[in-house]
């Protein structure tokens, strides 16, 4: 059984684990980004259940032959396994459903309410579960992430009512972060490559049995696009550079920052997805979401100004 997380100071000049962390969860945060204006376009003639397995089996395949042949014979730990899939499935799964009914019974405005407050539950979970400090620093950083984050996303409160959907929404998220810090801290003894396979997998199978399901009880729902190499195109982006490449520099990215510290970067995540859709979609610039990823970066090096922390376990 591991003991009790304790939180060491660090000598200002070994900040590498910082700086690797953060180009981690940064470049996790851009390759995120190709699958939305991915997943816009193939959402005009594939359904989403639909579009979620395309998503998570074949970046979970390519992950699991990336891993063979990088780390030799995989592990067979039943325990290790187990762990994985639970996680994967109630995190990565069913915190997806979560989300989308969310989104369903409300507007796309909700999510992005409902996901630029990840820095607020990842802080809660290590404070009540790693017993981190909430230093001033920490809650400034926090802060600044949360009205960063809202501004990123677009997100202009007049005529806008919070509704049951925001709690369904909040609670995917508040999944998606138990899940990310569950994952660096139960699977610790796997690299992130392995970490990620794991949990994918479990998310895999989640998201498959529920499409199963859907197509047996109501297959109408079940809507596949024509395959054609702009489809294709668009798939590729959607599930192997948005899963399979963000995923595991996401999972090795929190394991360096812990979960608070890297959530701030997905709330920059709707800036990148707007220059994404400038440049290759003939889309409009808002120059105040970009005001709103500057206030989130400066969130992100105030809450690092503090003396690093090390997880002993």
Not at 168 to 181: E, H, K, N, Q, S
Request: glycine content about 10%; proline content about 4%.
């Amino acid at each position: 059984m591991s003991q009790t997380q304790h939180i060491d100071h660090q000598a200002p000049h070994s900040r590498a684990p910082l700086i690797t962390g953060n180009m981690y969860c940064l470049l996790a945060a851009m390759a995120w980004s190709l699958g939305f204006p991915a997943g816009s376009v193939l959402m005009q003639s594939w359904d989403l259940l639909t579009l979620l397995v395309i998503r998570l089996l074949p970046s979970t395949i390519i992950l699991l032959i990336y891993w063979r042949l990088t780390a030799g014979p995989l592990p067979l730990d039943r325990v290790i396994w187990k762990k994985g899939l639970i996680i994967g499935a109630i995190g990565f799964g069913f915190g997806t459903v979560l989300l989308l009914y969310g989104q369903h019974i409300s507007n796309p405005v909700t999510p992005a309410i409902a996901a630029a407050m990840m820095p607020i539950m990842g802080a809660i979970l290590e404070i009540v579960l790693d017993r981190r400090r909430l230093t001033i620093r920490l809650a400034m950083g926090i802060t600044c992430a949360l009205i960063g984050g809202l501004m990123a996303a677009g997100v202009r409160w007049h005529g806008y009512d919070v509704g049951v959907g925001f709690i369904w929404c909040l609670a995917a998220v508040m999944i998606y972060a138990w899940a990310t810090r569950a994952t660096t801290v139960n699977l610790k003894q796997l690299s992130s490559i392995g970490q990620t396979t794991v949990t994918l997998a479990g998310a895999g199978l989640f998201i498959s049995i529920i499409w199963l399901i859907m197509a047996f009880i109501d297959p109408l729902q079940i809507s596949i696009g024509a395959i054609t190499a702009n489809s294709l195109l668009m798939l590729f982006a959607f599930s192997i550079l948005s899963a399979a490449i963000s995923q595991p520099l996401w999972i090795a990215g929190a394991g360096k920052l812990g979960v608070a510290i890297a959530s701030f970067h997905l709330n920059a995540v709707p800036v990148y997805v707007m220059a994404i859709m400038v440049y290759g979609f003939h889309g409009q610039w808002d120059s105040m979401r970009l005001i709103g990823a500057v206030i989130v970066g400066l969130g992100v090096i105030i809450a690092q100004t503090e003396p690093v922390r090390h997880r002993m376990v």
